[in-house]
């Protein structure tokens, strides 16, 4: 299908080597590199006179972090000279943080932490030029380590994150689940990889999936509400950033890494992930590889209605899927600060759930699909810590994505059953930020950033859906803060965005609209944001937030036209589309005592153009439309999450989030937006053991939009329990879980499939993590 190859690996391995032979010579000339000063941050982490093993440590504002060791120690070196926060977070602990300085010395700092069954606050990389904990970010934010990700229920970093405030899930199968904040996904929500983009296709309709193996994540940051100031368009509902290092970082420890393995019985899934960074002196090399392999999903055996005919079925059909990834990376940091290269390989085949092939095929045909991705990735990061008059730091981030994927739509007739090929998508993306840092001048500090995305996408196959096209973005920002004092600080930012889209003729296309369509689209559009945080005292904190957005309509919204099968509708685009601009106000109330945690959020985003598609009604070629439209839009809602701590490592955990969104032109609601949903936890948490029961809520949604169907409410409940063992350096992470613990059926108002098939069932699931 393909008329050309894509050489990878000899650009990898040729800027390996450059890296490798460029530290080795900086290594011995270190007066070209660490002119601006450097030092070593190093300290110890106990609870009482135990060392705490394999706490997470970060140096903030040198994107560093480390564990400690059987000690409890750590150790940051060739630190470039200033001012730097270091936080400590383990798991069955609360955090804290300390300032340190820096200044061509050693400097020493210690930690006494305090055990909590209240879970510890994490570091937010992702919604500033400067990385803090999620209480002293302007908007609301939360993050989620990878520890904890493989202790929740789900196959898909999608499902894993469902129980964080404001976040919901589309289900449609478990590879291509997608997360939704606060009622908004795709397009409107952006989902970022190492904080750059994905480079992949799985916008474009509910069976894309996001090529990433779950158990390659290390950390998850969600930003609710508009975030489009350092990341650009698509941010207008928020930001979910995978974080999977895939360029690593150097150990005080030669041989460092993780293992991880999980089982499930609920779709026979097995799945190991390793990552290896061999560390010396100022030098990394990782290698990592990893794979999961699952079937049909269970689901309680009984009679479904697929609209048709009633089959009798106990797992989701076609809900399989299988995928494999490798990884190398290599990086060299100093006095000047850090510089690196990594590679991914992804590939995956997964099922899109339906009707089954069956033997009364001519009146129910199958709906099945398959579908095959391949993504090769190449990323580089910098930080260099330039110490000048103007720019204090330098950071360079960029990645190159060459992505592959195709659809195999499921047909029967008299001679058998067989899956020939749809279409073929061929994607490649370049994606490149740079943020200059100016020192502090008084009371101000900030950064200058420069952004670019450049997408190449190209479409052959029967059923094409859009054309070959080009869409260049470019893009400048300046974000600045002003700290009045120790407790108030304000932020304010503005950012110019130029986007263009541009339609590729091509002859072979087997849509002959397609063959000649040569058009551009351009599109210009200034945001901004404001901020404030305000430290209440007693533990409590407050925060505001101001912002406008914008997002340019795609390439599919705006020209999309014909069969898509994995979907099994018909879409259609609508060339008129104007830009999406909205309005975002956020304000958040969080309060952290001893026993007691607490984070109240109302939000309201007004939406102008808001770009949807719905199902009209009719049908082309036997498949129901999907239609792009675009109307005004108001959403608002609440988060509330609250957490106690009554008894020694107990504790009672609530949240509930809450969305209204309304199609304010034609007075409805808008459709596909999820009803009142939350959780009731108990944990138990003493640094060594741990258990779990939660019973996870949903109301019914009777705010109908177009296309949608009523769905009932439903509780579920999970347990689980696990095991922290320390032996030396070694740290082994041990759970075993029950996920739909009564086998219970029943049916998400956010599943494309809820019609006919419910919800996973009852599934044990046993996993393990090693940190070495």
């Known amino acids: 299908m393909r008329s050309g190859k894509y050489h990878i690996f000899?650009?990898?391995?040729?800027?390996?080597?450059?890296?490798?032979?460029?530290?080795?010579?900086y290594s011995q000339q270190p007066g070209r590199l660490e002119s601006a000063g450097s030092g070593t941050v190093a300290g110890i982490v106990r609870n009482g006179s135990k060392p705490v093993v394999a706490a997470t440590v970060r140096l903030l504002g040198a994107d560093r972090a480390t564990y400690t060791d059987s000690r409890g120690g750590f150790s940051f070196p060739d630190v470039p000279n200033g001012e730097y926060d270091v936080f400590v977070r383990c798991i069955g602990y609360a955090s804290d943080t300390k300032r340190v300085e820096v200044e061509n010395d050693s400097v020493s700092v210690a930690f006494e932490l305090r055990q909590s069954a209240i879970m510890s606050e994490e570091v937010v990389v992702s919604a500033s030029p400067f990385a803090r904990p999620a209480d002293e970010q302007y908007q609301p934010t939360e993050s989620m380590s990878g520890e904890q990700l493989h202790n929740n229920p789900g196959a898909s970093f999608a499902q894993q994150i469902a129980d964080m405030p404001g976040v919901s899930v589309r289900y449609n199968g478990a590879a291509p689940a997608r997360p939704m904040v606060r009622g908004l996904s795709d397009n409107e929500v952006l989902v970022l990889q190492d904080g750059l983009r994905t480079g992949d296709v799985s916008t474009y309709d509910p069976a894309h999936a996001v090529p990433i193996l779950p158990l390659s994540i290390s950390q998850i940051d969600v930003v609710r509400g508009p975030a489009s100031i350092m990341f650009g368009p698509n941010a207008i509902g928020g930001l979910i950033n995978v974080i999977t290092n895939t360029v690593p970082t150097a150990s005080t420890r030669p041989l460092s890494g993780t293992v991880s393995l999980v089982g499930n019985t609920v779709s026979d899934l097995y799945s190991g992930y390793f990552n290896t960074v061999y560390s010396s002196g100022g030098n990394a090399l990782s290698v990592s590889a990893g794979g999961s392999h699952s079937q049909d999903t269970r689901i309680p055996q009984r009679s479904y209605f697929d609209g048709v005919d009633n089959l009798n079925l106990n797992r989701m059909p076609q809900s399989f899927a299988h995928s494999q990834e490798e990884g190398a990376g290599y990086s060299y940091q100093?006095?000047?600060?850090?510089?690196g290269v990594g590679y991914r390989h992804f590939e995956m085949t997964y099922g899109i759930p339906g009707t089954p092939p069956n033997s009364d095929w001519l009146n129910d045909p199958p709906t099945t699909s398959l579908i095959e991705q391949k993504k090769n990735l190449v990323e580089m990061r910098g930080l260099w810590a330039v110490d000048g008059a103007i720019v204090k730091q330098v950071r360079l981030n960029a990645d190159f994505v060459d992505y592959d994927h195709s659809e195999y739509p499921t047909q029967q007739d008299s001679t058998g059953v067989s899956n020939p090929q749809a279409n073929f998508f061929h994607k490649q993306t370049f994606n490149a930020t740079l943020q200059l840092m100016h020192p502090q001048f008084g009371a101000l500090r900030g950064t200058v950033g420069l952004w670019t995305e450049i997408d190449n996408l190209k479409i052959e196959g029967d059923q094409p859906l859009g054309p070959n096209s080009i869409t260049t973005g470019l893009a400048g920002y300046i974000y600045e803060e002003y700290v009045l004092d120790s407790d108030t600080r304000?932020?304010?930012a503005v950012r110019y965005d130029y986007n263009n889209i541009h339609t590729q003729p091509y002859a072979a296309s087997q849509d002959p609209v397609f063959q000649?369509?040569?058009?551009?689209?351009?599109h210009n559009a200034l945001t901004a944001s404001l901020g404030a945080v305000q430290d209440l005292g007693s533990d409590m904190t407050a925060s505001l937030s101001i912002a406008r957005s914008f997002r340019a309509p795609t390439v599919q919204e705006?020209?999309?036209e014909g069969a898509d099968a994995a979907s099994n509708t018909y879409s259609i685009g609508d060339a008129s589309l104007a830009p999406e601009t909205a309005f975002g106000i956020d304000a958040s109330l969080k309060g952290h005592f001893t026993n007691v945690s607490f984070e109240l959020t109302p939000?309201?985003?007004?939406?102008?153009?808001?770009?949807?598609?719905?199902?009209?009604?009719?049908?082309?070629?036997?498949?129901?439309?999907?239609?792009?439209?675009?109307?005004d839009a108001r959403l608002y809602g609440f988060e509330a999450t609250a957490t106690v701590e009554p008894f020694d490592n107990i504790a009672f955990e609530a949240s509930a989030s809450y969305v209204n969104a309304q199609d304010t032109k034609n007075d409805v609601p808008l459709p596909f937006i999820p009803p009142l949903h939350g959780f009731l936890r108990l944990t138990y948490q003493n640094g060594t053991y741990s258990g779990i029961v939660e019973w996870r809520l949903a109301a019914s949604q009777t705010r109908l939009g177009d296309g949608d169907t009523y769905t009932a409410g439903y509780g579920v409940v999970n347990i689980g329990f696990g095991v922290r063992l320390v032996s030396g350096g070694l740290v082994h992470n041990i759970g075993l879980h029950c996920d739909n613990l009564l086998n219970q059926v029943y049916r998400d108002n956010l599943s494309v499939i809820k019609d006919f098939i419910p919800m996973p069932g009852r599934g044990i699931r046993l996993n393990y993590d090693l940190m070495f």
């Open 558 to 560: 705006l020209f999309a």
């Open 10 to 25: 000899p650009i990898l391995i040729s800027f390996l080597i450059t890296l490798s032979l460029s530290s080795m010579v």
């Open 334 to 339: 100093g006095g000047f600060g850090f510089v």
């Open 603 to 631: 939000y309201v985003n007004f939406i102008s153009n808001y770009i949807y598609a719905y199902l009209r009604g009719d049908t082309i070629q036997d498949l129901p439309v999907r239609q792009f439209s675009a109307t």
């Open 490 to 492: 304000f932020q304010g």
């Open 516 to 522: 000649t369509l040569d058009v551009s689209r351009s």
